[in-house]
């Protein structure tokens, strides 16, 4: 654990979270809380970002698991390189530009809701897809190295460069033959980042039921972007060294399968096994008679979040949704990260009730509002499905105020493809029009 833990506050609440995680606890997990997001977004400097995102090693901003938390918001960001770096804008343009791809997929998001869930258009290929991860696959063992080596990055350190999860999203859906959604999973449990926005429509893009192609790479292009780290050395026979219509003819030219009879019968992914729900026992002492609570959600966890800012005397709670982690359990990291972020929260404002709570979360705020004399939860805006069904079974029981989000752009249509959104808000964005907007993503 990265933070230190005199009143075994932590420990109880991990043991209580048992069966909601993977691996062991373990310390070295990335720094988090708003304080470290505002570090990091003033050291960064973006001057070398659009001549070298695509490559491995290129200076990114890694800001995205601070992003994806609400530990700093997309706006900020913005506004804060805008001014920080006022006599480059051309230079800034590419920066902005991949920031845009994340309100893109939050407005896809916010359209579709749990639809993202399913394809949202007609696959362009005929191609069987399984709904099991490979056991090679889960053990990061495919004889790949380039595969292997992407794999042990995602597990161990929760980071993967957008170039490596798309390589990595093509080789699952296209050479693998697994479902999109069985990769989006994986990357949900294991990224610091992950979500469901940029997460299921990355991998839409990538399997064409969220483009008007489905994407995939070649050797050449692993090496190159990858600087040779794992093709200069590599002896396997490479399933990717080929042209592109080369490729394209072996993964979509007819409509079997690419996966062999051998692999289809392979497990699946770390499934737990179900693990009885245990009564909630009664960890909050006596409390602080309060009019309101603010519900902190896990895109929320900011002390300049809506909710938070306009409730200073509010009582407040986040609660880890535990039916959701039995069935889709997080890799250890990710809680160290949220519960390390919270601790950061909690110390920068001034309401008097601060607790985090493990259950159902409806059940649990409703019954904490009772126990506080509540008649009002607060929370901020978010088109995740679950903070939207959330809300709606609050309202059964309580009155709840939901509380606006800064607009990154305003696009009032169905966001179907980015270039025709970024045509629309580049100049929102930017505060000028560019030349050319048509770029590929990347
Ligand atoms: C298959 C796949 C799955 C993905 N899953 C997630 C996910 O679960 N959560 C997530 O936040 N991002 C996801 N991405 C998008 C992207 O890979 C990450 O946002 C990016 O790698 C974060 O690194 P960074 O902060 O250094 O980005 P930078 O390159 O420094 O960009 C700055 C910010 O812009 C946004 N951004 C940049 N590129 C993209 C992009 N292609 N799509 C959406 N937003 C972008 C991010 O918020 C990022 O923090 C996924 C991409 C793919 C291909």
Known sequence: ?????????????????????LGDPKPGTLPSGRTEALRRLHAYDPAAYSRTRNFLDAPVSRLSP????????AVEVRDHIKTAFPNDPARLKELLRQLSWRDFFEQVLAWHCRGLEADLEEPKHTVARSARIPLDVVRGDTGLPCVDGMLHE???????????????????????????????????????????????????????????????????????????????????????DADYPTLQHRLFGGSTAPMSARNAERGTQNDPPPLPVRATPDEIGPLTAATDLV???????????????????????????????????????????????????????????KLTLVGDPSERLVALARSLGATTIHVSEHPNPWVVETVEQLRLSVRVVIHPRPVFAEYPHEPKRFSRYWDKVAPQVLG???????????
Request: hydrophobic content about 40%.
């Open 66 to 73: 601070y992003l994806r938390h609400g530990m700093i918001t």
């Open 432 to 442: 000028y029009r560019p030349n050319s907007s048509r770029r590929m993503h990347q």
């Open 1 to 21: 654990m990265t933070t230190t833990d005199p009143d075994g506050r932590r420990a109880a609440l991990l043991d209580r979270l048992q069966g909601c995680f």
């Open 295 to 353: 519900w902190v959600h896990d895109a929320a966890i900011s002390w300049e979040d809506p909710a938070m800012k306009a409730n200073p005397t509010a009582a407040v709670a986040f609660v880890f949704d535990e039916p959701s982690l039995r069935a889709e359990p997080w890799a250890y990291h990710r809680f160290a990260f949220v519960m390390d972020g919270l601790d950061d929260l909690f110390a920068h404002v001034p309401n008097p009730t």
């Open 154 to 240: 995602l597990f161990d350190s929760g980071q993967l460069h957008n170039h490596a999860r798309l390589w990595f999203a093509a080789y699952l859906c296209h050479f693998r033959g697994v479902r999109w959604q069985e990769g989006a999973r994986l990357f949900r449990q294991f990224l610091y980042d992950g979500d469901i926005a940029s997460n299921s429509a990355s991998w839409q893009w990538v399997e064409g039921t969220f483009a008007s192609k489905p994407y995939f790479m070649n050797k050449q292009n692993v090496a190159t972007f990858s600087g040779g780290r794992w093709c200069d050395t590599c002896q396997v026979k490479c399933q990717f």
